[in-house]
């Protein structure tokens, strides 16, 4: 189910690397919200090699879901629970918090996972998914079947705060004929947060640095593999400044 499985498996040792989204990595360092319970220490021995490809998610509906703007969502079936991944979750929640409503202004649907939400989505079952990324192919179903409209945040400071405060990233407008759906023939500003690949802090120093200097050097490479996500990965992506957790010593070297 994610980092909040194997977060753990850092302090033991069953696991050296993973990969994982900014919020759900900070929660895992500081031991905190869902994390808290799972961790059992003060911080989790977790630290970051590279952030990687950013992920765009946006609220998707039917086209003829009558949903236009994110106040239409009031009173709606909203799929927001997405069962073992509290990321997801806060995704969604971020969203209404971006459109000035909360949970209690929404039916809300539980689901085992994202590609379940879009699905109750095309089935009619639900109204609207609180969380689906731009490539995911269940989108590209639904906009076969009944039309995907994302429904466009609200890009204004305060409105992007609200949603900061719940799930960590930022607000990017993205080009019609970049999504490709017909039930989305306009311009969309959609929520944008960062993808982290993590090792535990005990992880050799010499076989951290070789792992980053290895992802450097293929970049060109790794973009190519799946166009729509990696060819985002550009290098001045590996250090920024809005990292959530400290680097590892070795990543640290390289980079210097």
Request: glycine content about 8%.
């Amino acid at each position: 189910t994610g980092p909040l499985e194997w977060g753990a498996m850092l302090s033991t040792k069953e696991v050296d690397l993973g990969i994982g989204p900014n919020g759900d990595m900070q929660d895992l360092w500081l031991a905190r919200n869902e994390y808290k319970d799972v961790i059992r220490t003060k911080k989790a021995p977790v630290r970051l090699l590279s952030i990687s490809f950013p992920i765009r998610i946006g609220v998707i509906t039917r086209a003829d879901s009558g949903i236009m703007t994110g106040k239409d969502v009031k009173g709606r079936k909203y799929v927001g629970n997405y069962t073992g991944s509290p990321g997801q979750c806060r995704q969604a929640r971020a969203m209404l918090a971006n459109f000035e409503l909360d949970p209690k202004d929404v039916t809300m649907i539980s689901v085992p996972n994202v590609s379940a939400g879009v699905q109750a989505v095309t089935d009619g079952r639900a109204e609207a998914n609180g969380t689906s990324s731009l490539v995911m192919g269940g989108v590209r179903e639904l906009d076969a079947a009944r039309g995907a409209r994302y429904i466009s945040m609200d890009p204004s400071p305060e409105a992007l705060k609200r949603a900061q405060e719940i799930w960590p990233g930022e607000i990017v407008k993205v080009k019609a004929d970049t999504i490709k759906l017909k039930g989305t023939p306009d311009d969309v500003y959609v929520y944008s947060y960062d993808q982290y690949i993590v090792a535990r802090e005990t992880l050799d120093n010499d076989a951290a640095y070789a792992i980053v200097k290895s992802l450097w050097e293929l970049n060109a490479e790794i973009q190519k593999m799946t166009p729509k996500a990696l060819e985002l990965w550009t290098k001045d992506r590996f250090v920024r400044e809005s990292a959530l957790i400290p680097y590892h010593d070795g990543a640290v070297r390289f980079y210097r």
